[in-house]
C-alpha cells in the first residue's frame, strides 16, 4: 500500500498544469485563427483592388482564317509569308504539316497562338530580317513588334516617344502570354513576365483604362500586380 501510494506522490502532476497548458495551446489557436481571418480579408480586399482594374470584353468577331483549336496543339511553325488578296494584305503562318493561317494585324495573331510559337516566329523573323532586305511594309511591322517585345531596349523611340501619346486600350492575350496597349498609331506589344521602360504615367494610363480580359485569371492579376507594386 505504502509503494503504490509513493507511486501516485512521484507522479501526481498539478490539475492547474494541465490548466495552464489547456489555455496556451486555445491562445495560440485564436492566435493563428485571427492571423488567417486577417489573411483572407487582405487577400480579399487585394482581390477586389485588382478586379476593378480589369475590364471582361467578350470578343465574338472571328479572329482569323482556318484557325486551329488551341485544345489540340498544332505542329511548329515553319515559315511566314505575306500574303496578298487584292489590296488586302494578311500574315501568312506557315505550319510544318503546310497547312497556314492568315492575319489581318499582329493582335489577331496573338489571340490564337501559344508563345511556344511566338518564339519561334520571332526566331524566323530575326533570322530573315538579318539576312535580307525588307520590302513589305507589313514585314517591318512584324519585325518592329517582335523586336519591342524580346529586345526591348531604353533608347528605342517607341519608349522615347511614351510621353506623346494616351493609352487608348490595354489588352491581355492569355494563350501566348502577352499584354499590349494602343497609342494613336502604336501599339506595343509586351510579354507578361517582363519588365519593360514604361514611365509612370504610361503605367497611370494603363492602370487607368483597365485591362481588357476575355475571363478572369490568375496571369491577369499577376500582371497587374508586377505593375502595381
Known amino acids: 500500500m505504502f509503494d503504490k501510494a509513493f507511486k501516485r506522490v512521484n507522479t501526481f502532476v498539478d490539475f492547474r498544469t494541465d490548466l495552464v497548458e489547456g489555455n496556451s495551446k486555445r491562445a495560440r489557436e485564436e492566435l493563428e485563427q485571427e492571423r488567417t481571418k486577417k489573411q483572407k480579408a487582405d487577400d480579399h480586399k487585394e482581390t477586389a483592388e485588382l478586379q476593378s482594374l480589369i475590364e471582361v470584353i467578350l470578343d465574338e468577331e472571328e479572329i482569323a482564317i482556318d484557325v486551329v483549336p488551341l485544345a489540340t496543339k498544332p505542329p511548329t511553325i515553319v515559315d511566314w509569308k505575306i500574303h496578298k488578296e487584292g489590296k488586302r494584305s494578311y500574315y501568312q503562318i506557315v505550319r510544318a504539316d503546310g497547312k497556314s493561317q492568315m492575319y489581318k494585324v499582329f493582335?489577331?495573331?496573338?489571340?490564337?497562338?501559344?508563345r511556344e510559337d511566338l518564339e519561334d516566329l520571332?526566331?524566323?523573323?530575326?533570322?530573315?530580317?538579318?539576312?535580307?532586305?525588307?520590302?513589305?511594309?507589313?514585314?517591318?511591322?512584324?519585325?518592329?513588334?517582335l523586336k519591342t517585345m524580346f529586345e526591348p531596349h531604353v533608347e528605342d523611340q517607341v519608349w522615347k516617344n511614351q510621353q506623346d501619346y494616351k493609352v487608348l486600350d490595354w489588352n491581355l492575350y492569355e494563350s501566348c502570354g502577352v499584354h499590349s496597349f494602343r497609342m494613336k498609331h502604336v501599339y506595343i506589344h509586351m510579354l507578361v513576365e517582363k519588365r519593360y521602360p514604361l514611365m509612370p504615367s504610361t503605367i497611370t494610363d494603363m492602370l487607368n483604362k483597365k485591362l481588357q480580359i476575355d475571363y478572369e485569371s490568375e496571369m491577369a492579376y499577376q500582371l497587374l500586380k508586377l505593375l502595381t507594386k
Do not use: C, H, N, P
Open 122 to 145: 520571332y526566331k524566323l523573323v530575326k533570322a530573315k530580317y538579318k539576312s535580307t532586305r525588307q520590302v513589305e511594309e507589313l514585314d517591318l511591322f512584324l519585325w518592329g513588334d
Open 107 to 114: 493582335s489577331q495573331m496573338l489571340k490564337s497562338i501559344s
